[in-house]
């Protein structure tokens, strides 16, 4: 079992940037897939960010390519995003979830096992 806990979330202005970790529990994140993952004011959850094991390689949504960098620590158990040029649109919950593997994209929430509580972005005008 894996224990997720994202930090780093808080008030923004627009243009600003924030770095979210989410440290990892209960077992080693070595071999597993990572994402990111949002769900603003009435929305439905949405993907962000995701990073294989297997050679580093990234994905983002269209929403934040070129704004937001995925990155991991095997060392210290952990995942960050990178979020710069917020913009408001951005404000949201934002999640940190783990796959066990074999799965196809890693873009889609029913791809992932593990997920975290959650840590609030808001972004200001």
């Known amino acids: 079992q894996v224990q997720l806990v994202e930090s780093g979330g808080g008030l923004v202005q627009a243009g600003g940037s924030l770095r979210l970790s989410c440290a990892a529990s209960g077992r080693t994140l070595r071999g597993y897939p990572l994402g990111w993952f949002r769900q603003g004011p009435g929305k439905e959850r949405e993907f962000v960010a995701s990073?294989?094991?297997?050679?580093?390689?990234?994905s983002y949504s269209h929403a934040v390519a070129g704004r937001f960098t995925i990155s991991r620590d095997n060392a210290k158990n952990t995942v960050y995003l990178q979020m710069n040029s917020l913009k408001p649109e951005d404000t949201a919950v934002y999640f940190c979830?783990?796959?066990?593997?074999?799965?196809?994209?890693?873009?889609?929430?029913?791809?992932?096992?593990?997920w975290g509580q959650g840590t609030r972005v808001t972004v200001s005008a």
């Open positions: 979830a783990a796959s066990r593997g074999g799965r196809s994209y890693y873009r889609s929430d029913y791809e992932f096992d593990f």
């Open positions: 990073i294989r094991w297997i050679g580093g390689s990234t």
